[in-house]
């Protein structure tokens, strides 16, 4: 510990330090009362709390600002207080005359608040204390006090190097002694050790191309928070790396945690990149598409449903397929709906009553009633039915992950799309309808066919549709007499074009990227 003269001690001087406080005036009564606790100030009373505090605040900034700053020679004024950074050991032991009280850093001043704004305390103390202080704030920090150099040394000259150290030619003293320069440090700061999305990526993590990754995403992330305008393209990109650089992460130490994170960072790469599309898919108005279904939750839903009655197709044929998946739309949470003769009315199909007949003898359908009474039934006295491959049960779970409110959304959206106007006026068959439904699901956000606008693939169609290869060129001219296509192209291979701006608002956007359960 460093020895310090007594005339040393005696040239400090205590810390400044004063409180102002807010109490109230009296019982029965909203007005308070600020005092100061420097003699010279007179307590003020105000009609309400918050003024109150506002004088308060005010008292204190006079003070502050009339002060000259915090002195470099002061004690900590928390040391007559017995601040634990100050006490020793025990309380009763006093420290000794030459022995400096612990001080750490300049000397501050810095202001203490109450958490419920009863007072408020000023005082100088060293930065150590403040820091430690719980709700103190440094408003000044005194200057370093100037270094003496003391004149005996340089009287004396240059020490002489020892006998047998290293001499120098090229310098010398006074006194022919050479000087030999001080030796170096060689300690090292350690390697910090980056930090992204709250994990710390060690600085012994290997390989280093993967640690230098992740830190490297870690302030890229950091820096992307600090922008004013978002970039949704760039934010995506660092999501798709993140996802990539959790992965490599997960397989060096097995970690689930890190892989169910690079999943997430994947899913938010995707979202960023289907809003950066639908930014980009904005009229020149600015306005954006408002469609029946909201959100990508909602599309994909529509997409599965698509998708499972093609993979379980109860007849052949696009007729068939088209009623079978507005008949799951009908059942598809509890396996039951309710039916009316106008539903199979307006679908275009060429003869309902023998399809109704066929999925009821097959199993796949059930009713009380005859196929005829279906048709008959009016919307006051529905026809109740039941499709029981949609029954959840025990051993069979429902093949849908929605629930009983989003079905009759998408139920609605798809009888919007069959019903349309255009498509009634120019008498589309049931096929050409279907192949309507299956193109709104197969869009990008500006009604582009195929993700991204790349196509949608001549097998995909086919298999979501049930029709025969060599009818797809009548049904896309069917689609095109309705203002339902333009611009199409239809190879042996893809089909290309893209959907009329009347019918976005019926779209289920693709995302960017298409997820592993609805493949093209």
């Known amino acids: ?139 000044a920090t005194a200057p370093p006090p100037p270094r003496v150099v003391s004149t005996v040394a340089d009287a004396a000259g240059p020490a002489a190097a020892p006998v047998g150290g290293p001499q120098f030619s090229d310098r010398s003293c006074a006194g022919g002694s050479p000087m030999v320069p001080a030796a170096r440090s060689t ?38 928070q600090q922008r004013t305008e978002p970039d949704l393209a760039l934010l995506a990109d660092l999501h798709a790396r993140k996802a990539a650089a959790f992965t490599g992460w997960a397989e060096v130490t097995g970690s689930q945690h890190l892989r169910r994170e690079a999943r997430r960072a994947e899913q938010a790469a995707q979202a960023a990149r289907l809003q950066q599309q639908q930014r980009a898919s904005r009229p020149a108005d600015g306005q954006a598409v408002a469609r029946v279904l909201a959100g990508s939750a909602m599309w994909e839903h529509a997409r599965s449903v698509l998708t499972h009655c093609a993979t379980h197709p109860p007849l052949s044929g696009p007729q068939a397929r088209l009623l079978a998946v507005m008949l799951t739309l009908r059942t598809a949470y509890t396996g039951t709906g309710n039916l009316v003769g106008q539903d199979l009315t307006t679908l275009g199909l060429s003869d309902p009553k023998r399809l ?56 609605g959206w798809a009888q919007k799309v069959v019903a349309d106007k255009e498509l009634r006026t120019t008498k589309a068959t049931a096929g050409a309808r279907l192949f309507a439904l299956v193109l709104a699901t197969q869009t990008s956000p500006d009604g582009h066919l195929g993700p991204c606008g790349h196509g949608i693939a001549r097998e995909r169609l086919v298999s979501l549709c049930g029709a025969d290869p060599s009818e797809l060129p009548g049904l896309l001219d069917q689609l095109t007499a309705a203002d339902w296509l333009t611009d199409h192209t239809l190879t042996d291979t893809r089909l290309t074009g893209r959907l009329s701006k009347r019918v976005l608002p019926l779209t289920c956007p693709l995302p960017a990227r298409i997820p592993e359960e609805h493949p093209v």
């Open 1 to 139: 510990m460093t020895q310090v003269s007594p005339s040393e001690l005696d040239d400090r001087v205590l810390g400044r330090t004063w409180t102002v406080r807010l109490d109230a005036a009296g019982r029965g009564s909203a007005a308070v009362r600020v005092s100061c606790s420097r003699p010279a100030c007179v307590p003020e009373r105000l009609a309400t709390t918050a003024a109150g505090r506002t004088a308060a605040v005010a008292h204190l900034k006079a003070h502050l600002k009339a002060m000259a700053g915090p002195r470099a020679q002061a004690f900590c004024v928390c040391k007559a207080e017995y601040c634990h950074l100050h006490t020793p050991a025990r309380l009763d032991e006093r420290p000794e005359r030459g022995v400096p009280w612990r001080f750490g850093g300049p000397v501050v001043l810095a202001v203490v608040t109450d958490r419920e704004g009863r007072w408020w305390r000023a005082m100088e103390c060293c930065s150590r204390c403040a820091a430690a202080t719980p709700g103190a704030t440094t408003v």
């Open 187 to 224: 300690l090292q700061r350690p390697a910090r050790d980056g930090r992204i999305a709250g994990h710390a990526v060690p600085h012994r993590l290997r390989p280093l191309e993967l640690r230098d990754e992740l830190m490297e995403l870690g302030d890229r992330f950091r820096s992307y």
């Open 356 to 411: 109704v007949e066929e999925l009821a003898g097959c199993g796949w359908l059930a009713i009380p009633a005859s196929a005829d009474d279906l048709l008959a039934s009016r919307p006051e006295d529905p026809v109740p039915i039941t499709v029981p491959s949609l029954s959840p049960g025990g051993d069979h779970p429902s093949p849908f992950a929605f629930g009983k409110k989003t079905r009759p959304r998408l139920s």
